[in-house]
């Protein structure tokens, strides 16, 4: 699934942005997703992972 991180599922939230003069308008923030090589079940795969599960060290990379 796009724009979802594969390890603690974080995904895309909505709301509505507000201007200084209190426009509103509505915006979605996606996450900070990086495609990298990870140990996946003892093989290599290329999965999306946001960068707080990559700081954490919830994700064993492969080289």
């Known amino acids: 699934m796009a724009n979802v991180c594969a390890i603690c599922g974080k995904g895309v939230a909505s709301g509505?942005?507000?201007?200084?003069?209190?426009?509103?308008?509505?915006?979605?923030?996606?996450?900070n997703l990086q495609r990298v090589h990870a140990i996946v079940n003892g093989t290599p795969t290329r999965i999306s992972v946001c960068t707080?599960?990559?700081?954490?060290?919830?994700?064993q990379r492969a080289v």
């Open 16 to 31: 509505i942005q507000v201007s200084h003069s209190h426009i509103r308008t509505k915006r979605t923030w996606k996450p």
């Open 52 to 59: 707080r599960c990559l700081r954490s060290g919830k994700v």
